[in-house]
Structures are given as structure tokens and as C-alpha cells.
């Protein structure tokens, strides 16, 4: 009897410790509010297997005067162009309403050349900023980067 409760009592234990999610994929949004009344909404979708982030896709679509929309996409398209040449790394940014312009990041952490993202930034480069998290785990990555978001 005490083999098979000794036996019940392992079984339960790997059950219970076993049913933690080491895999899957966390969505987050976050809405914030500028001094001049503009909105951005941030939806994160982080992408984690054996509790390492392997991939993050950010979208947000930023508001703002009308008369910046063009411009706000020509300027940041001129930077992404460079950066959408490194593996693993990928921004688009499209006008999204007369004042609104969609950004839509995705970093594949598998795949990313961090080594050439430094070389392209130079003195920009900012070892907490989403291309720099190589090897990070989901529980570090909620408290770094999440700080204000509601995640399902």
C-alpha cells in the first residue's frame, strides 16, 4: 500500500509541476495617451517555447495631426529600410487613417543578427530595446518590457 501511494504521490507531483506553460504565446496591449491628446495602441504578441521568447511582433497604431501622417511614414521608412535588411528583423509603417500611422515590428530571436543591428545603429543602439532581448525568458521579458500592459 505505501509503494502504491509513494507511486500516486510522484505521478501527482510530476502532474501538478508538468502543467506549467513553458510554451505558447502571450498577447498584451497597452493604450497611451500623449500631452497633446493623441492615442497609441501597442499590441504585443510574444511568441515563447521551453520559456525563452523566440519571437515578438509589435503592432501599434500611433495618432497624430494629419499634416504629420505623410511625413512621420517617409522618415521612418528611410531607417527601416536599412534595418529590414538584418535576419530576423522586420518594420513596416502605413498609413493607417487621414491621422493615424500603423507600425508593425517582428523579431524572430531564432533567426536575428544582433551583431549587424548593432553595426547599422552605431551610438543609437539600446541594450534594452526589443532587438537586444536575444535569449531572454518570458518571466524576465513580462517585467522588462510589459510594465503597463494587460495581458491575456
Known sequence: MKKYLIILITFGMLFITGCENSSGTLICTKTEISEEGYSTKTTMAVTYVDKIVTKVEQTSI???????????????????????????????????????????????????????????????????????????????????????????
Open 62 to 152: 500611433e495618432e497624430m495631426d494629419a499634416d504629420f501622417v505623410d511625413t512621420s511614414i517617409y522618415f521612418s521608412q528611410l531607417l527601416a529600410e536599412s534595418l529590414n535588411e538584418v535576419s530576423g528583423y522586420n518594420i513596416t509603417f502605413t498609413k493607417e487613417s487621414n491621422t493615424s500611422v500603423k507600425i508593425v515590428t517582428t523579431i524572430d530571436y531564432t533567426k536575428l543578427d544582433g551583431e549587424k543591428i548593432k553595426e547599422i545603429l552605431g551610438s543609437s543602439y539600446n541594450e534594452n530595446a526589443l532587438y537586444s532581448l536575444s535569449n531572454i525568458t518570458i518571466d524576465d521579458f513580462k517585467e522588462t518590457q510589459l510594465d503597463g500592459y494587460t495581458c491575456d
